[in-house]
């Protein structure tokens, strides 16, 4: 059993940062890309960023030049550096871990960026 937990979320001013990290744990295989995903209230959850293995990087349009993400492969670890942080910005962020034998979802960290 795969576990993953996010840690980092908080309550933010508009134009200020914060950093999410999100472990995964357990996994007899290893783990190919890793997610960013955030769900705001009355929303659908929807991608963030996502990062493989080695390195490649995809990110929404809404975050573009504002979030970076990373990834430490020998600790199973991923980050999401959140800068100029905007009120629509705010949400549930929830760390999902590919792996051959499926998908592992984090239990989510609340980001709420005040105006």
């Known amino acids: 059993q795969v576990q993953v937990v996010e840690s980092g979320g908080g309550l933010v001013q508009a134009g200020g940062s914060l950093r999410l990290s999100c472990a995964a744990s357990?996994?007899?295989?290893?783990?190919?890309?890793m997610g960013w995903y955030r769900q705001a209230p009355g929303e659908q959850r929807e991608l963030v960023a996502t990062i493989t293995s080695g390195g490649r990087t995809n990110y929404a349009d809404s975050v573009k030049g504002r979030f970076t993400i990373s990834r430490d492969n020998a600790k199973n670890t991923m980050y999401l550096q959140m800068n100029s942080l905007k009120p629509e910005d705010t949400a549930v962020y929830y760390c999902a871990a590919n792996v051959i034998n499926g998908r592992y979802w984090g239990q989510g960290t609340q980001v709420t960026v005040s105006s």
């Open positions: 357990g996994s007899r295989f290893s783990i190919n890309s």
